[in-house]
């Protein structure tokens, strides 16, 4: 996997590509905009980390060049500015995830990882894991071939669960993956918890192995025991 890091404040950059590496991925950084414009037209990436605010160009300008060249690569932006209309109008042209600065790499890992993994789920129609199966076109999921109902946040958030397999998410990401901006934090904390408890409940009423563990002091993680 290749991925393209834009961010003019060298010290981030330089631990974003140590902390991207160790995970296996292939990095490259650009630090100015021509840089980074030059590379995306020269060469393919599985996903482009930029940041909005680079001294000599814009990030959305980037983001918008490069959707011409290769619609495929994924976008996350990463930026200072917290502000609604600059994630909605980075969401508009077509990036998939904001990060506002700062943030911890593991968080910008995980979030990389879902990205890439949501773009490997595009080109097929189903995705399974061991004895479940969903069916994004229809939202339908099934336990060994027995169709089972879940709630819509029931359902995005074994998607979510799906596409994060064997990380450890914390429950305000879950919690900002399942309400977006509107959370409020208590509150939404029961929630998750209430929503995995009845997901899990559903599942092992099918027969489905037990894949969803608490992780003390952090959150949940999706995978094999
Ligand atoms: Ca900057």
């Given at each position: 996997m290749k991925v393209l890091v834009v961010e003019d404040e060298q010290g981030l950059a330089e631990s974003i590509t140590d902390y991207m590496s160790k995970e296996g991925y292939v990095c490259e950084t650009a630090s100015t905009f021509r840089e980074a414009d030059e590379r995306i037209y020269l060469y393919n990436y599985d996903c482009i980390i930029v940041d909005l605010t680079l001294p000599d160009g814009d990030g959305f300008q980037l983001i918008q060049s490069l959707k011409q060249f290769s619609a495929t690569t994924g976008i996350i932006i990463i930026s200072a500015r917290n502000a609604l209309e600059d994630k909605l109008k980075g969401l508009e042209i077509g990036s998939d995830d904001y990060l506002t600065k700062p943030f911890h790499l593991s968080e910008l890992n995980a979030r990389v990882k879902s990205l890439l993994r949501r773009r490997q789920f595009g080109g097929h129609t189903e995705i399974r894991f061991q004895e479940i199966t969903v069916v994004p076109q229809s939202r339908n999921v099934y336990v060994s071939g027995q169709h089972t109902t879940l709630s819509r946040k029931e359902y995005d958030l074994l998607l979510y669960f799906l596409s994060n397999a064997d990380v450890a998410l914390t429950k305000v990401s879950i919690a900002e993956h399942l309400w977006?901006?509107?959370?409020d934090s208590a509150d939404s904390l029961d929630m998750v918890y209430s929503h995995i408890k009845n997901l899990r409940r559903k599942l092992l009423e099918k027969g489905?192995?037990?894949?969803i563990r608490s992780i003390y002091g952090i959150g949940y993680k999706f995978g094999l025991p």
């Open positions: 977006g901006d509107n959370i489905s192995g037990d894949y």
